[in-house]
C-alpha cells in the first residue's frame, strides 16, 4: 500500500467518523411539508406616512422574507392575504413569540445628532427648526434632545452581530454603509467633532422605531469637520448575543413600510400525509438500491466498492445538511437521493478510463490493474474538476444573489457537488487500491472489473459509426424540436402554480376528525389534486388552491363535509404568490450571472467555441423541458424550480466530460481538423454517458412511479430533463463547436485543413484518437 492510499484511506475514515457522530447527535430541521411548522397572520395597519394597501403590503411581504432569511429559517411560505395581511408559515420553528416578535416590528433605523439634554440652554451650533427636533428617552435612562436626520436605515450595506471579549467590550452591531450614506455619515461625525469632549452634542444618536438604542461618542482623535471616513460604525449598548443578532437582522433586512401586528398565531401539521412520505421514502431506498446493484453488475468487485463510496457519500452529505441548519423537505431530499445517481459518475468516469489504460497496459507491465486504476483516476481528474467547478460556480451565485428557496437549493447543490468529488476522489479510490493490491484480484479481470471492455465499448469499437457526418441536419433537430418547445409555451401557456400566482386560503372546521391523507384523497377525487392541504387541529383543516372560481369553495366544502361531517368555512382569503416578482427577479438574475460564469470559466479552461456550445445545449435543455410541461399542462411551481436548476447543472455537466476528451484527443494532432478528435471523444465517452444516465434514471423511475402525486411531477421533469440533456450534449454542443469552428475568420473548414490547436488540458494522454 502507498503511502498516498494511506493518506486517503485515513481521511476518509475521519470525515466518515465525524460524519456519523453528526448524524447521531442532531436532529435534521424538517419543513412544513414534513413536520409542519408555525403559521403567523401579520395585519398592515396605517402610519402617519404610508396607507396599509395592495402596494404597501407586497413591499411588507418582501422586507419579512428577507428578514425570514436572515433568521436562518429556510424554504418558508410568504404571501400576501387579501389587501392588507401577511401570511408567513415557518418550519420547525421552536418558539413562534420570538419570531413573531422580530417579524412585527417595524425596525425604523435613523441617525441624529444630539442638540443637547432637555433642560440644557447650550444652542445648537446649527440651529433647526423646532417641528424637526425630538425628545426621546437614551439607552441609560436621561432624555436627549436630537436634530433633524437625513440619514436613515436604507444607507446601511451590513449589519451584523459580533462580540469582543478582549476588550471586554461584549456584543455590539456593526454597521456598514452605502456610498452615499457613507459621506452623509462622514459629514455627522464631523460635525459631532467640533465640540468638546464629554459634550453631549459630541454624541451621535442611533434611534430604532423611536427609541434610542446607542448615542455614543465620536472619538477624541476626530478632528471637526473630518469625520470618520471608513463609513463603519458600532452600535453598543450591553447586548446579549441574541439581542445583538435580532438587532443586527432587523437592520439588514430593512424597515416595514407600515406597521404590523399580529393577528394570529398557530402551530400548523405538515402538508404531506404520512402514507405520502412513506411511499417516498420506499422509492427512494429502492432506486438506490437499484443504482449500487447496477453499478456493482457493470464494474464487478470495484462497482461493489463504488456503491460503498456512494454511501458514505449519502452519509457525509446528510451530516453537512443537517449541521449548516438545511431545511429538509420532500423534494429536497428526493433531489439528495438523485445526487446519488449522480454521484456515481465520477467514479464511471476514473473506471472507464482505467478500462482503456488496462487494454493498452495489459501484457507490457507486471501490474497492468494498478497502474491502470492510478492512470485512470488521474487522467478523469480533469474531466470530474471542470465539470464540478461549473455546478459550484452557479450554486454559489444562487445562494449569493438568490433569497428563499433558491438560496436553499443553491445550498444542497454545493454540498453535494463537493462531497461527491470528495467520495470518487477519496473513498472509492482508496477502497478500489487497496483492493487492487490483492494477488486474487489481480489475476482475474472478470472478478475486478477493469479488465472487462464492457458491452457498450465492445459494440461501439465493432460498429465505429461515422458520427457528425452531416452535423447541420442534428442542429437543424434540435432548432425544430426548440421552436416546438416555444410554441407549446405560446399556445398553451404555462400552468403556473399558486407560487407564482397566487390563489386562495380557506379554513373549515368539521364536525369529526378528518386525516391529512383522507382529505388529501377526497379533493383529488372532486378534482383539486394540486390543492395543498395542512391541519391546525384535528377537526381544523387548511386548503390552499390556485383555482379562484365561484364554485371552487363549494366543491371543496362538499369533499370535505363527505369525509369529516358538516364542513363550516371559517376563512376564504384570496392569497398573493410566495415566489413574488422581487423572488423571481433575484432569482433570474442570479441564473443570468451564472451561466456568464459558467461560460466564461469554460472559456478559459477550453476555447470560446466550446463554452458557447456548452452553454448553448443548456439553454436547449431548458428550453425544451419548460415546453413539454407546457405541452402537458404540468404545473409549474417551486417543484418545478428546483427540478430545472437539477437539470441546468447535469446538462453543463454532461457537456464538459465530452469537451474534455475533445480537446485531449485534439491537442494529440496539432493542425489536424475537429471532426474526427470530435467523433472519437464522443465514441470514447459514451459508456460514461449510458452508465451514469442509468445510475439516475433507475432512481427517478421509482421516485416518479412508487413516490406519490408529491413527487410525479418532479421526477418527470428531472427524466425529461436528463434524457434531453444526454441526447444535447452529443447533438446539440458537439455540431454547435464545429459549426464554430467551421466559421472562423482564418478560412478553415471543419474536417478540412483546421489549423488551430486547442488548449491541452492537464493529465498525460491515455490513448490515441482512433480506439473506443
Same mark, same amino acid.
Given at each position: 500500500?502507498?503511502?498516498?492510499?494511506?493518506?486517503?484511506?485515513?481521511?476518509?475514515?475521519?470525515?466518515?467518523?465525524?460524519?456519523?457522530?453528526?448524524?447521531?447527535?442532531?436532529?435534521?430541521?424538517?419543513?412544513?411539508?414534513?413536520?409542519?411548522?408555525?403559521?403567523?397572520?401579520?395585519?398592515?395597519?396605517?402610519?402617519?406616512?404610508?396607507?396599509?394597501?395592495?402596494?404597501?403590503?407586497?413591499?411588507?411581504?418582501?422586507?419579512?422574507?428577507?428578514?425570514?432569511?436572515?433568521?436562518?429559517?429556510?424554504?418558508?411560505?410568504?404571501?400576501?392575504?387579501?389587501?392588507?395581511?401577511?401570511?408567513?408559515?415557518?418550519?420547525?420553528?421552536?418558539?413562534?413569540?420570538?419570531?413573531?416578535?422580530?417579524?412585527?416590528?417595524?425596525?425604523?433605523?435613523?441617525?441624529?445628532?444630539?442638540?443637547?439634554?432637555?433642560?440644557?440652554?447650550?444652542?445648537?451650533?446649527?440651529?433647526?427648526?423646532?417641528?424637526?427636533?425630538?425628545?426621546?428617552?437614551?439607552?441609560?435612562?436621561?432624555?436627549?434632545? /436630537?436634530?433633524?436626520?437625513?440619514?436613515?436605515?436604507?444607507?446601511?450595506?451590513?449589519?451584523?452581530?459580533?462580540?469582543?471579549?478582549?476588550?471586554?467590550?461584549?456584543?455590539?452591531?456593526?454597521?456598514?454603509?452605502?456610498?452615499?450614506?457613507?459621506?452623509?455619515?462622514?459629514?455627522?461625525?464631523?460635525?459631532?467633532?467640533?465640540?468638546?469632549?464629554?459634550?453631549?452634542?459630541?454624541?451621535?444618536?442611533?434611534?430604532?422605531?423611536?427609541?434610542?438604542?446607542?448615542?455614543?461618542?465620536?472619538?477624541?482623535?476626530?478632528?471637526?469637520?473630518?469625520?470618520?471616513?471608513?463609513?463603519?460604525?458600532?452600535?453598543?449598548?450591553?447586548?446579549?448575543?441574541?439581542?445583538?443578532?435580532?438587532?443586527?437582522?432587523?437592520?439588514?433586512?430593512?424597515?416595514?413600510?407600515?406597521?404590523?401586528?399580529?393577528?394570529?398565531?398557530?402551530?400548523?401539521?405538515?402538508?404531506? =400525509?404520512?402514507?405520502?412520505?412513506?411511499?417516498?421514502?420506499?422509492?427512494?431506498?429502492?432506486?438506490?438500491?437499484?443504482?449500487?446493484?447496477?453499478?456493482?453488475?457493470?464494474?464487478?468487485?470495484?462497482?461493489?466498492?463504488?456503491?460503498?463510496?456512494?454511501? =458514505?457519500?449519502?452519509?457525509?452529505?446528510?451530516?453537512?445538511?443537517?449541521?449548516?441548519?438545511?431545511?429538509?423537505?420532500?423534494?429536497?431530499?428526493?433531489?439528495?437521493?438523485?445526487?446519488?445517481?449522480?454521484?456515481?459518475?465520477?467514479?464511471?468516469?476514473?473506471?472507464?478510463?482505467?478500462?482503456?489504460?488496462?487494454?493498452?497496459?495489459?501484457?507490457?507491465?507486471?501490474?497492468?490493474?494498478?497502474?491502470?486504476?492510478?492512470?485512470?483516476?488521474?487522467?478523469?481528474?480533469?474531466?470530474?474538476?471542470?465539470?464540478?467547478?461549473?455546478?459550484?460556480?452557479?450554486?454559489?451565485?444562487?445562494?449569493?444573489?438568490?433569497?428563499?428557496?433558491?438560496?436553499?437549493?443553491?445550498?444542497?447543490?454545493?454540498?453535494?457537488?463537493?462531497?461527491?468529488?470528495?467520495?470518487?476522489?477519496?473513498?472509492?479510490?482508496?477502497?478500489?487500491?487497496?483492493?487492487?493490491?490483492?494477488?486474487?484480484?489481480?489475476?482475474?479481470?472478470?472478478?475486478?472489473?477493469?479488465?472487462?471492455?464492457?458491452?457498450?465499448?465492445?459494440?461501439?469499437?465493432?460498429?465505429?459509426?461515422?458520427?457528425?457526418?452531416?452535423?447541420?441536419?442534428?442542429?437543424?433537430?434540435?432548432?425544430?424540436?426548440?421552436?416546438?418547445?416555444?410554441?407549446?409555451?405560446?399556445?398553451?401557456?404555462?400552468?403556473?402554480?399558486?407560487?407564482?400566482?397566487?390563489?386562495? /386560503?380557506?379554513?373549515?372546521?368539521?364536525?369529526?376528525?378528518?386525516?391529512?391523507?383522507?382529505?388529501?384523497?377526497?379533493?383529488?377525487?372532486?378534482?383539486?389534486?394540486?390543492?395543498?392541504?395542512?391541519?391546525?387541529?384535528?377537526?381544523?383543516?387548511?386548503?390552499?388552491?390556485?383555482?379562484?372560481?365561484?364554485?371552487?369553495?363549494?366543491?371543496?366544502?362538499?369533499?370535505?363535509?363527505?369525509?369529516?361531517?358538516?364542513?363550516?368555512?371559517?376563512?376564504?382569503?384570496?392569497?398573493?404568490?410566495?415566489?413574488?416578482?422581487?423572488?423571481?427577479?433575484?432569482?433570474?438574475?442570479?441564473?443570468?450571472?451564472?451561466?456568464?460564469?459558467?461560460?466564461?470559466? /469554460?472559456?478559459?479552461?477550453?476555447?470560446?467555441?466550446?463554452?458557447?456550445?456548452?452553454?448553448?445545449?443548456?439553454?436547449?435543455?431548458?428550453?425544451?423541458?419548460?415546453?413539454?410541461?407546457?405541452?402537458?399542462?404540468?404545473?409549474?411551481?417551486?417543484?418545478?424550480?428546483?427540478?430545472?436548476?437539477?437539470?441546468?447543472?447535469?446538462?453543463?455537466?454532461?457537456?464538459?466530460?465530452?469537451?474534455?476528451?475533445?480537446?485531449?484527443?485534439?491537442?494529440?494532432?496539432?493542425?489536424?481538423?475537429?471532426?474526427?478528435?470530435?467523433?472519437?471523444?464522443?465514441?470514447?465517452?459514451?459508456?460514461?454517458?449510458?452508465?451514469?444516465?442509468?445510475?439516475?434514471?433507475?432512481?427517478?423511475?421509482?421516485?416518479?412511479?412508487?413516490?406519490?402525486?408529491?413527487?410525479?411531477?418532479?421526477?418527470?421533469?428531472?427524466?425529461?430533463?436528463?434524457?434531453?440533456?444526454?441526447?444535447?450534449?452529443?447533438?446539440?454542443?458537439?455540431?454547435?463547436?464545429?459549426?464554430?469552428?467551421?466559421?472562423?475568420?482564418?478560412?478553415?473548414?471543419?474536417?478540412?485543413?483546421?489549423?488551430?490547436?486547442?488548449?491541452?488540458?492537464?493529465?498525460?494522454?491515455?490513448?490515441?484518437?482512433?480506439?473506443?
Amino acid at each position: 500500500m502507498t503511502r498516498a492510499t494511506t493518506v486517503r484511506a485515513v481521511l476518509a475514515a475521519v470525515v466518515l467518523l465525524v460524519s456519523l457522530f453528526v448524524t447521531l447527535t442532531m436532529s435534521p430541521r424538517l419543513g412544513l411539508d414534513l413536520q409542519g411548522g408555525t403559521r403567523l397572520v401579520l395585519q398592515a395597519k396605517d402610519s402617519p406616512t404610508a396607507k396599509a394597501d395592495r402596494e404597501s403590503t407586497d413591499r411588507t411581504v418582501e422586507v419579512l422574507r428577507q428578514r425570514i432569511d436572515a433568521l436562518g429559517v429556510a424554504e418558508p411560505t410568504v404571501t400576501r392575504s387579501g389587501e392588507d395581511r401577511v401570511l408567513i408559515e415557518l418550519p420547525d420553528v421552536t418558539d413562534p413569540r420570538e419570531a413573531a416578535e422580530v417579524l412585527g416590528r417595524t425596525a425604523q433605523l435613523t441617525f441624529h445628532p444630539v442638540i443637547g439634554v432637555p433642560d440644557e440652554a447650550a444652542p445648537d451650533p446649527k440651529p433647526k427648526p423646532e417641528s424637526e427636533e425630538l425628545v426621546l428617552p437614551d439607552e441609560s435612562g436621561g432624555r436627549l434632545r /436630537l436634530g433633524a436626520s437625513d440619514l436613515s436605515g436604507a444607507g446601511v450595506k451590513d449589519a451584523r452581530a459580533e462580540f469582543d471579549g478582549q476588550r471586554g467590550a461584549g456584543w455590539s452591531v456593526s454597521l456598514d454603509f452605502r456610498d452615499d450614506a457613507s459621506r452623509d455619515w462622514t459629514r455627522l461625525t464631523g460635525e459631532a467633532a467640533c465640540h468638546p469632549p464629554q459634550d453631549e452634542r459630541r454624541r451621535v444618536a442611533i434611534v430604532l422605531d423611536e427609541k434610542v438604542i446607542s448615542s455614543p461618542q465620536v472619538s477624541p482623535s476626530v478632528t471637526c469637520g473630518a469625520g470618520l471616513p471608513s463609513g463603519t460604525t458600532q452600535i453598543t449598548g450591553s447586548f446579549s448575543a441574541d439581542e445583538a443578532k435580532n438587532l443586527a437582522l432587523l437592520i439588514k433586512g430593512g424597515a416595514l413600510p407600515v406597521p404590523v401586528e399580529v393577528v394570529e398565531q398557530r402551530t400548523v401539521g405538515p402538508t404531506l =400525509g404520512a402514507e405520502a412520505i412513506s411511499a417516498s421514502a420506499r422509492a427512494a431506498v429502492i432506486g438506490a438500491g437499484l443504482t449500487a446493484l447496477f453499478i456493482t453488475f457493470v464494474y464487478r468487485l470495484f462497482g461493489g466498492l463504488a456503491a460503498l463510496a456512494l454511501a =458514505g457519500y449519502t452519509l457525509i452529505s446528510y451530516a453537512a445538511l443537517v449541521a449548516l441548519g438545511v431545511t429538509l423537505t420532500l423534494p429536497g431530499l428526493a433531489g439528495f437521493v438523485l445526487a446519488i445517481g449522480m454521484a456515481v459518475d465520477a467514479n464511471v468516469l476514473a473506471f472507464e478510463r482505467a478500462r482503456e489504460e488496462y487494454a493498452s497496459r495489459s501484457g507490457r507491465t507486471s501490474r497492468p490493474l494498478r497502474s491502470a486504476l492510478a492512470a485512470g483516476f488521474r487522467n478523469a481528474r480533469t474531466a470530474v474538476v471542470d465539470s464540478n467547478v461549473t455546478t459550484l460556480l452557479a450554486a454559489g451565485l444562487l445562494f449569493g444573489l438568490g433569497s428563499g428557496p433558491v438560496k436553499g437549493f443553491g445550498v444542497t447543490l454545493a454540498i453535494g457537488v463537493l462531497v461527491s468529488m470528495f467520495s470518487a476522489l477519496v473513498i472509492a479510490r482508496a477502497l478500489t487500491e487497496l483492493a487492487a493490491g490483492s494477488r486474487f484480484v489481480t489475476d482475474f479481470p472478470g472478478v475486478n472489473g477493469i479488465g472487462l471492455r464492457g458491452r457498450v465499448r465492445t459494440y461501439l469499437t465493432r460498429r465505429a459509426p461515422q458520427l457528425f457526418r452531416g452535423y447541420r441536419r442534428w442542429l437543424g433537430v434540435s432548432t425544430v424540436v426548440v421552436a416546438l418547445a416555444v410554441l407549446g409555451v405560446t399556445l398553451r401557456g404555462l400552468n403556473l402554480g399558486v407560487e407564482f400566482t397566487g390563489g386562495r /386560503l380557506m379554513e373549515y372546521t368539521t364536525s369529526r376528525p378528518v386525516g391529512i391523507d383522507t382529505a388529501r384523497t377526497a379533493l383529488a377525487d372532486a378534482g383539486f389534486a394540486d390543492a395543498e392541504v395542512t391541519t391546525a387541529g384535528e377537526r381544523e383543516l387548511s386548503v390552499r388552491t390556485g383555482d379562484t372560481g365561484d364554485r371552487t369553495e363549494a366543491a371543496i366544502r362538499d369533499a370535505l363535509s363527505a369525509e369529516g361531517g358538516a364542513a363550516m368555512k371559517v376563512r376564504d382569503d384570496l392569497i398573493g404568490p410566495s415566489l413574488g416578482d422581487e423572488l423571481r427577479r433575484h432569482a433570474l438574475i442570479a441564473l443570468g450571472i451564472a451561466v456568464g460564469a459558467q461560460l466564461l470559466y /469554460l472559456a478559459v479552461r477550453f476555447r470560446w467555441s466550446f463554452a458557447v456550445a456548452s452553454v448553448t445545449a443548456m439553454v436547449h435543455d431548458v428550453v425544451i423541458l419548460v415546453g413539454v410541461f407546457a405541452w402537458l399542462g404540468r404545473p409549474v411551481d417551486g417543484i418545478f424550480l428546483a427540478a430545472l436548476l437539477t437539470v441546468i447543472g447535469y446538462s453543463v455537466n454532461d457537456s464538459v466530460v465530452v469537451f474534455d476528451r475533445v480537446r485531449e484527443l485534439w491537442a494529440r494532432r496539432p493542425g489536424s481538423p475537429l471532426l474526427p478528435a470530435a467523433r472519437a471523444a464522443v465514441l470514447q465517452t459514451v459508456p460514461r454517458t449510458v452508465n451514469t444516465g442509468m445510475g439516475a434514471l433507475f432512481i427517478l423511475t421509482a421516485l416518479a412511479v412508487l413516490g406519490g402525486d408529491s413527487l410525479r411531477d418532479f421526477a418527470l421533469a428531472l427524466l425529461i430533463g436528463i434524457c434531453v440533456g444526454t441526447y444535447s450534449s452529443v447533438f446539440t454542443a458537439v455540431p454547435v463547436a464545429l459549426e464554430m469552428e467551421s466559421r472562423r475568420k482564418d478560412g478553415g473548414r471543419t474536417g478540412q485543413g483546421q489549423r488551430q490547436r486547442p488548449k491541452a488540458g492537464r493529465g498525460r494522454p491515455a490513448d490515441n484518437g482512433a480506439r473506443v
